[in-house]
């Protein structure tokens, strides 16, 4: 589970960043969205007056961190689902604080810096109805936020994002540093270690199928962590036994996680057999537990359907 929010002043790219996330199959909660529907409620415009009139009476009556208060409900309905959700439009310390209490260590914020004539020329451009239009205005909104304790909750950031250059370079630091903090599929592997057996040899079987697995041996048990699927899925390619995985994959499906047993002896030499629970010297048991992916598409990806033997449609990426 991972809560990631976005933080930084007015236009430093806190929505772009959003879209980006969305973009990867992330659901995402505006903060912002909890206000401007106050606003709509009362009857009022919707404009930066409106809106910062609202927030600050909000957070008056209910505390720094009544925004944060109101968003957690919709967080975890999107969590129960996903198992990742970005938050879009931290605003001060105390809703750090509040997340960080509500979430622990599954809650990361990410800083986004960029100069003010920077910022201004992107409120120019974008043209959203409760956007300033002049320098003065981003200035006042910049006191007006920094009020709130913005500063202290930018210094609090796990990671910082700067926003000086192009679009595309700025979306695709955001997409690595997505990537990075949730994996869209964690992999947990384990097998018995019998006495017959080298040590380093069943470590072996297991990198052979997931090179960045890593390894602990336990009470004679291996027990590994790995990300990546790719070589497992190489390897499927490679022996031409797709249509194969997709069943076992299929079968092992439960909820969010997918179960496969193979076997070890010839994982040593890099091949991959699916087997029963009681192979001889037991199966490696591999769990691919999905976070912000879906079954569907992790199963397309990893052993997409075929026709004639062939796949009937890659997916570039998962």
Known sequence: MKIIAFVGLPLSGKTTAAKVAEEMGIPVVVMGDVIREEVRKRGLELNDENTGKIASELRAKEGMDAIAKRCV??????????????????????????????????????????????RFQRSLSRKREDDISTMEELKRRDERELSWSMEEAMKAADFTVENLTDLETFREKIRDLLRHIAAQVEIEIETQVNPTEDVDKVVEAVKNIFPDAEVEIIDQKLVAKARSP??????????????????????????????????????????????????????IVVRFKLNWVSSERFIDYVAPQTKDGKPVKELEVL
């Open 73 to 118: 409900p919709r967080i975890r309905e999107a969590l129960s689902e996903h198992g990742v959700v970005v938050i879009d439009g931290i605003r001060g310390i105390a809703e750090v604080d509040h997340f960080r209490k509500v979430f622990g260590d599954d809650f990361i914020l990410i800083n986004i810096e960029s100069p003010l004539e920077v």
């Open 230 to 283: 790719e070589k497992f899925r190489e390897l499927l390619r490679r022996q031409r036994i797709l249509d194969t995985a997709r069943t076992e994959m299929k079968r092992g499906l439960r909820g969010r996680e997918i179960t496969v047993l193979l076997n070890k002896q010839t994982a040593v030499v890099s091949r991959i057999n699916f087997v029963e629970e009681d192979a001889i010297l037991g199966p």
